[in-house]
């Protein structure tokens, strides 16, 4: 080889020196080597090549990182063969031992053989004369590193990471001189601190040690009265002190040094080994606990402390007694001087009222209360407040714990911390209204410790809030919402559980499935959660809508993860005693191939038209289980199909061979808005703007607007623009309209007739929308794939069948499940088909971003709390917590029955303090 060339250790090829190269050693290079030729270059010989030339590098990169994605990834390296001879020949043992006796006097050991062959070389203490430092080389070349009796890891020692389990000769000078480096000192600053106090299992001091003896005990005399060891939590020594200084730490000299029992005794940085550098943090905070115990020790003998005297010491009582007999007198003396003032006032501004004087005063103040008595109408919020205040003024003087709250205050004051605790910290400190105290409404927060998934403790209290066991069969009919929303990534520990809360949590199933992945594969952790899946009930005939369970889960749920989800919330939901008859979700991939899951081959009933709507129900077979789009969201994707539909757009949608453009939107808003119109200065698109116009990431996801593009404002616009080139834009805006009006009725009293409540299964609005609708639907698809364009271009001239799919699963759902009920209890059952939108479950993920103040991105921790908080305060929280500037509407005003909710409310176990 010549001396400006070197050789790839893979594939042999030939390399200048002005080329990139790699040590075969070095990681990550090793790493990839071993897992792709299962070669450990650590043991090759002295012939072969050191270095890896660039082009293998980056293929062993490309290889490995395609590895890790499970994707299929082929190596493209040819290996190559050195054959036997390029092998190190192993060392003759009388060669390899003859080196081993020359480096271990070059560093001051001292050779100690052993009868089975095995050489120990050791270096002792000059004070105590005890083995210090010992490396042993077995008879077979393996070696070990003891330093003041503990075995030396080389995963603690980076040094002794590249020592191969059988020893080298080039490898001697390396192992002897690590075995040669400093003692670890401990931590000898901390020692001081501590003030050799004994810590117990619950961190607190429970014993010093004190060395001014003789102690006698049971006729034994000591001069120390216990050892100076740290006693962890687990009751096991976790540190001890030593006192055989000096300890030279940081430029300072100890005498006594504290330090682990886990202790390596070999010093690697600042003279300390891992263990103990790693435990200066837990040293740290036992000093800073004990500096608290030292101060709350000094409040117990004060005269407000609350400890019984019966866990306290003699000298602590008579010091407690003098405390007592001070304040006693300086209130005395205090008592005194006030009255002197008062009378002194009384006698020089004070006004004698007697006989009719005095009686009418006292008319008045009664007369001013029964006025205000009277002014509060009963059963409304500011009666029940009045009340509430003027039995806590009565009792406030005494003891405030006697104060018992109405359920309705404390939902109101759990809404009120839940949106900002500071601020309900600031009301109860101004003394204007007295309120409950922080603790207090913790207690009715964490009545449970709510867990991710499906908890029993959660479901309970759903049932008993709505009163389910009490409530006609009729209001027992429900939906079943779900949808993601994204949190904030991070790790948090929850000390009520003890557990690291942060991790994505599928369920029981998904998670057993997700954990044989993970064994299958290199990943040893859950991923950490990005996304939130909720899942709400809501009620058909009834106003209940209230969160049923959370996932933390990655990026969202996969079609067969959300599969065992969905089918045991409808079981729990069934057992529980309520009628589960549809399932609401966003047009997501994973949403439409769960219709597909559920799909039951058998049943053509369920599939019209090659639109899968229904399935057999889990828990009754002779009933079906219906699946539906929001609403909203469809007015939305078709907006944007809309919008793309331009000169050079991703759409150019046509009708009867007219085009529907998203400029005619613009012409006609500059017609509405120009000199051009029959009556310049009066607007008939009053509520379009340039927002609805000029649509940006965040204004796409406004449903309003796109709700009021679509709209008969705008067609009726355009006919008096009078273009011909606009009617298929007009008919296309006039049946999204109505299909709207008739998908989302809100109210009992309209008095238009697309938006009047569904009381018949004939209503005309049913076959409006399978007919009509659909047909329209049809005829524009079939006019697109009959014309002799490409599949691209036939794709380009109507909806995205993304769109048309989830029209068609709505409106077969809910025409066929509307029908169904209203023929059961015919006269009974008034139907709202705005019941089954997602707009409850926008309005709850906007409650809970408001929830965290300017934080509109929560943890799962703070998800978690605010869901606790969300289900005991109720109505209240619907009102406190509402956002002003969310994706929704509250469509649904609350009366005072409502917010004076009478139901008592379950409270946490306080801890019983075992004595």
């Not at 594969?521 to 959660?529: K, R, T, Y």
């Not at 998203?662 to 808005?673: E, K, M, Q, R």
Request: proline share 4%.
């Amino acid at each position: 080889m010549a001396e400006d060339t070197w050789n790839c250790r893979l594939c042999n090829g030939s390399n200048s020196t002005s080329d990139r190269k790699y040590d075969k050693r070095e990681k990550p290079v090793c790493t990839w080597i071993a897992k792709a030729f299962t070669i450990d270059v650590k043991q090759d010989g002295q012939n072969l090549p050191v270095f890896v030339c660039d082009k293998c590098r980056r293929k062993l990169s490309r290889w490995y990182t395609d590895n890790s994605k499970s994707k299929k990834a082929s190596l493209n390296i040819t290996l190559h063969d050195f054959g036997p001879d390029a092998q190190e020949p192993e060392p003759e043992p009388d060669k390899l031992f003859g080196e081993l006796e020359g480096v271990a006097k070059r560093y001051g050991f001292q050779k100690w053989e052993q009868p089975n062959g095995d050489m120990f070389y050791v270096t002792l203490n000059t004070s105590t004369l005890a083995i210090e430092r010992c490396v042993a080389i077995t008879t077979d070349k393996r070696w070990t590193i003891i330093v003041q009796g503990k075995k030396q890891a080389p995963t603690l020692n980076p040094r002794l990471q590249d020592i191969p389990e059988v020893c080298r000769i080039h490898d001697l000078d390396t192992l002897f001189n690590v075995a040669n480096g400093s003692i670890c000192v401990g931590n000898p600053d901390y020692w001081e601190n501590l003030k050799k106090d004994i810590i117990g299992k619950d961190g607190q001091i429970e014993a010093t040690c004190e060395d001014e003896g003789p102690y006698v005990f049971r006729d034994n005399t000591y001069s120390t009265t216990l050892k100076k060891d740290i006693i962890g939590k687990d009751g096991q020594i976790e540190a001890t002190c030593e006192d055989e200084g000096p300890y030279v730490f940081r430029d300072n000299t100890y005498s006594t040094t504290l330090r682990k029992t886990s202790c390596t005794k070999l010093g690697i940085k600042d003279g300390q080994c891992p263990v103990c550098r790693l435990s200066r943090a837990d040293f740290s905070s036992i000093c800073h606990q004990t500096k608290n115990n030292n101060t709350a020790a000094a409040t117990r003998t004060q005269t407000s402390s609350h400890v019984k005297h019966s866990q306290m010491s003699k000298a602590e009582l008579k010091e407690k007694i003098n405390n007592v007999q001070a304040d006693r007198r300086r209130l005395k003396k205090k008592n005194s001087t006030m009255q002197k003032q008062m009378k002194h006032l009384i006698s020089t501004e004070g006004i004698s009222m007697v006989g009719k004087s005095a009686i009418e005063m006292e008319d008045m103040v009664k007369t001013c209360s029964t006025e205000l008595d009277n002014l509060l109408s009963e059963n409304t919020p500011q009666k029940l407040l009045w009340e509430s205040q003027k039995e806590a003024l009565k009792l406030a003087k005494g003891n405030p714990r006697l104060i018992r709250w109405h359920p309705a205050i404390i939902r109101w004051c759990v809404a009120l911390y839940t949106k900002s605790p500071a601020a309900y910290r600031s009301i109860r400190d101004s003394k204007f209204i007295i309120l409950p105290h922080q603790n207090t409404i913790k207690e009715y927060i964490h009545y449970t410790d709510l867990k991710s998934g499906f908890d029993s403790n959660f479901i309970l209290r759903l049932v008993k809030d709505f009163n389910l066991y009490n409530r006609p069969d009729h209001e027992r009919h429900v939906s079943i919402l779900y949808d993601e929303v994204k949190i904030k990534s991070g790790l948090v520990y929850c000390h009520h559980s003890g557990r690291i809360v942060g991790f994505t949590e599928l369920g029981s199933f998904n998670e057993e499935i997700k954990a044989f992945e993970r064994q299958c594969s290199i990943d040893e952790e859950p991923p950490i959660a990005t996304h939130m899946l909720v899942l709400m009930v809501r009620g058909i005939t009834s106003e209940l809508q209230k969160p049923l369970a959370y996932f933390p889960c990655q990026g969202g749920f996969t079609s067969h993860e959300l599969y065992t989800t969905i089918n045991e919330a409808v079981e729990l939901l069934e057992f529980a005693g309520f009628k589960v008859h549809a399932l609401t979700g966003d047009g997501a991939s994973s949403n439409r191939k769960l219709y597909t899951l559920q799909k039951n081959p058998d049943d053509d009933s369920s599939t019209i038209r090659g639109t899968t709507f229904a399935t057999n129900h889990i828990i009754r077979p002779d009933d079906r289980l219906f699946f539906m789009s929001d609403t909203p969201h469809l007015m939305k994707t078709t907006r944007n199909c809309w919008e793309h539909s331009t000169v050079n757009g991703t759409r150019n949608m046509m009708y009867k061979g007219l085009p529907i453009r998203w400029g005619h939107l613009h012409d006609v808003y500059s017609w509405d808005t120009g000199l051009e119109t029959c009556n310049p200065g009066l607007k008939m698109l009053h509520k379009i703007h340039h927002e609805h116009l000029h649509l940006t990431p965040s204004l796409r996801m406004r449903v309003y607007l796109a709700v009021q593009v679509l709209s008969d404002t705008v067609a009726n616009a355009m006919e008096s623009m009078g273009k011909p080139e606009h009617q298929s834009t007009i008919t296309f805006i006039r049946m999204f309209n109505k299909f709207f009006d008739c998908m989302n009725v809100t109210n009992f009293k309209a008095k238009h007739p697309n938006l009047r409540p569904y009381r018949s299964h004939d209503d005309p609005r049913f076959l409006w929308l399978t007919e009509t609708f659909l047909n329209f639907l049809e005829e524009w698809q079939h006019e697109a794939d009959d014309l002799n364009l490409t599949a691209d271009e036939k794709r380009r001239l109507c909806l995205s069948p993304q769109t048309l799919e989830g029209l068609r699963i709505t409106v077969y759902s809910f025409v066929h499940l509307a029908q169904k009920l209203l023929k059961e209890r015919p006269g009974h059952i008034v139907i709202l088909s705005e019941k089954f939108c997602q707009d409850p479950l926008e309005e709850y993920f906007s409650r809970q971003r408001a929830a965290g103040g300017g934080n509109d991105n929560p943890t799962v921790m703070e998800f978690r709390n605010s869901t606790l908080s969300e289900q005991v305060s109720s109505e209240a929280s619907r009102i406190i917590n509402k956002s002003r500037r969310g994706n929704t509407s509250n469509k649904h005003r609350l009366n005072d029955s409502d917010i004076i909710n009478c139901k008592p409310l379950k409270k946490r176990k306080r801890a019983v303090k075992k004595l």
